[in-house]
């Protein structure tokens, strides 16, 4: 697992811990403070080299919607959920709700 960090939130204004918030790939940002989550859009997910070769990674989606990371020299697709740890492993509340904004 790595750590991964998105937007800097509104409340603490300290960049917001990506964290995996459903079994199935879906990631959201989470308040390294209070660990309320917040939706993060493509553009907010930082970059990402490779692992193999060191490449910047393109950043996109899977037929599921789950955010993905692309090497093109490697050909290899990697999901941001494979990378990052279960929201519960750093936080008491708060799973994310998609039917619920935060």
Known sequence: MV?????KCS????PSL??????????SQNCVVTGIPRKITLEQLPEWK???CGYICEKGQDHY???TYKCHQC???VKVADLVPFWSEYFEEYGFDAKREY
């Open 65 to 67: 919607s789950s955010y």
């Open 18 to 27: 990506i964290v995996q918030s459903r079994k199935g790939g879906q990631v």
């Open 3 to 7: 750590h991964l960090y998105g937007a």
């Open 75 to 77: 050909n290899m697709t």
């Open 50 to 52: 490779c692992e193999n």
């Open 11 to 14: 409340c603490h204004s300290k």
